[in-house]
């Protein structure tokens, strides 16, 4: 089965700007979670998505952050204004249930 | 807030040697423990996991034991091989939705 992708690979944008990151679950997975890994430390966890509905975005950071699941498939993230501290590896995951995650690639987001 | 411990944060072995990872988590109502293994430049992959009913698990190499009355696990790698070296995350999850992770260990295996 194809695994969970995400676009782009890697990002640069200025401070200030919009970027969106999109990742595509692999098919039938009700759960899909994004998570960020800033400089080297551990990965956090942002939000968990079951179906299109939010099961738990108590780790967003903060309303810079956007997270959309329309019709339970695939999920954007949207980050508007990026700032610098936005910085690091934003990794996608989903799972049919409570079995262990996929991940992603992850998308390499440089804030300048 | 919960949290994950994760020890130690660089590991260096020798080839054909052990290699422990310690984790100790603090929600004990966690109940599911994935590790996770991430080569450079690659995604991380699910290794090995347990649940919170298992005191133990293997799967040839790779060991995970379990002490819920500690709150702690560990990973167990023996005969390390070149190729082990990565970066391990362990994870702690509720149900498979509250999940924190380990800061990683980055284990070097030398030839």
């Known amino acids: 089965e194809a695994g969970v992708t995400q676009f782009p690979s890697h990002s640069v944008i200025e401070k200030g700007q919009t970027v969106t990151l999109r990742c595509d679950p692999i098919?039938?997975?009700?759960?899909l979670y994004w998570y960020r890994r800033v400089m080297g430390k551990e990965i956090k966890f942002l939000l968990h998505?079951?179906?299109?509905?939010?099961?738990?975005e108590s780790g967003m950071p903060n309303n810079r952050f956007l997270a959309e699941r329309t019709g339970g498939t695939y999920s954007t993230l949207k980050v508007q204004p990026a700032e610098l501290e936005d910085s690091g590896v934003y990794f996608c995951?989903?799972?049919?249930?409570?079995?262990?995650?996929?991940f992603g690639s992850g998308t390499r987001l440089t804030v300048v | 807030g919960e949290n994950v411990e994760q020890h130690p944060s660089t590991l260096s072995v020798q080839e054909g040697d052990s290699a422990v990872i310690k984790c100790t988590y603090s929600?004990?109502?966690?109940?599911?423990f994935p590790w996770y293994k991430q080569e450079l430049g690659k995604r991380p992959q699910l290794i090995i996991d347990?649940?919170?009913?298992?005191g133990e698990k293997k799967d040839q190499r790779i060991a995970v034991t379990l002490n819920k009355t500690a709150k702690h696990f560990s990973l167990h790698i023996t005969e390390t091989q070149p190729e082990d070296s990565a970066v391990y995350f362990c994870?702690?999850?509720?149900?498979?939705?509250?999940?924190?992770f380990g800061a990683g260990t980055r284990l070097f295996v030398k030839a």
């Open positions: 995951a989903s799972s049919r249930g409570e079995t262990g995650w996929f």
């Open positions: 929600d004990s109502a966690s109940n599911y």
């Open positions: 347990i649940r919170s009913n298992v």
């Open positions: 994870a702690a999850s509720n149900q498979g939705f509250k999940t924190i």
């Open positions: 998505f079951v179906k299109e509905s939010k099961q738990d």
């Open positions: 098919s039938g997975h009700d759960n």
